[in-house]
């Protein structure tokens, strides 16, 4: 099982060719995917609501935990999953909340964190041996992750209201990724 944590993306990316972004790489350029707009399937009432799509997936992980503040707006998350070996986590703390995670592959990991209210966050892998976390802070944020191909590394943390980004990964790729501008930032590479 491949375990999530800054230490050892830190070494991964020191071992390997990364993109470290400081500046405004680009501004609104951000395209939510197609199937953030197919959430609305959970528009029910509910407080929070999680739909789990598995497709010939085999020793595979998926964990979801959502909190609703004070009632303020029911949270929507998805996981779609096929392939051997792959791990999805969403977390939203906070209320409004949409998250995404499609894999589609072998040993695939990938973890969604958004705390506060009104955030679209999604990461799409598509290969093998990819990993990527997000993780969203304050409000309204629109956030995604894409990666296709093998050994692609992401982290990315976005923090501040209003802010984007939207980062594409066709192989053997790392990036990491602190946006507190407020501004949208897209990375295709």
Same mark, same amino acid.
């Given at each position: %099982?491949?375990?999530l944590?800054?230490? @050892? #993306? @830190?070494?991964?990316? +020191?071992?390997?060719?990364?993109?470290?972004?400081?500046? $405004?790489?680009g501004?609104?350029e951000f395209?939510?995917p197609?199937?953030?707009?197919? #959430?609305?399937?959970?528009?029910?009432?509910h $407080?929070?609501?999680a739909i &789990?799509e598995?497709? /010939?997936?085999?020793?595979?992980? &998926?964990?979801? #935990?959502?909190?609703?503040?004070n009632?303020a707006?029911?949270?929507?998350?998805?996981v779609?999953?096929?392939g051997?070996?792959? /791990?999805?986590?969403?977390?939203?703390? *906070?209320?409004?909340?949409?998250?995404?995670?499609?894999?589609?592959?072998?040993?695939?990991?990938?973890?969604?964190?958004?705390?506060?209210?009104?955030?679209e966050?999604?990461i799409?892998?598509n290969?093998? =041996?990819?990993i990527?976390?997000?993780?969203?802070?304050?409000n309204?944020?629109?956030n995604?992750?894409?990666?296709?191909? =093998?050994?692609n590394? +992401?982290?990315a &943390? /976005?923090?501040?209201? *209003? +802010?984007?980004?939207?980062i /594409?990964q066709? *192989?053997?790729?790392?990036i990491?990724? &602190?946006?507190? %501008?407020?501004?949208?930032i897209?990375?295709?590479?």
């Amino acid at each position: %099982m491949i375990k999530l944590s800054v230490s @050892y #993306l @830190y070494l991964l990316l +020191a071992v390997s060719s990364y993109t470290y972004a400081t500046g $405004d790489l680009g501004i609104n350029e951000f395209n939510a995917p197609d199937e953030l707009t197919l #959430l609305s399937e959970l528009n029910t009432g509910h $407080d929070n609501n999680a739909i &789990v799509e598995l497709t /010939n997936s085999t020793n595979s992980r &998926v964990i979801i #935990l959502q909190h609703n503040v004070n009632g303020a707006g029911s949270n929507k998350a998805k996981v779609q999953q096929a392939g051997y070996n792959n /791990n999805a986590n969403i977390v939203q703390l *906070g209320s409004n909340n949409t998250g995404l995670i499609s894999q589609n592959g072998t040993n695939n990991s990938a973890s969604l964190e958004q705390w506060g209210t009104n955030h679209e966050g999604a990461i799409l892998q598509n290969g093998n =041996d990819n990993i990527a976390h997000l993780t969203q802070t304050g409000n309204g944020k629109q956030n995604v992750v894409n990666q296709t191909g =093998d050994s692609n590394i +992401a982290a990315a &943390v /976005n923090k501040n209201n *209003g +802010a984007g980004f939207s980062i /594409n990964q066709t *192989g053997n790729q790392g990036i990491i990724l &602190v946006n507190g %501008m407020d501004r949208f930032i897209s990375i295709i590479n």
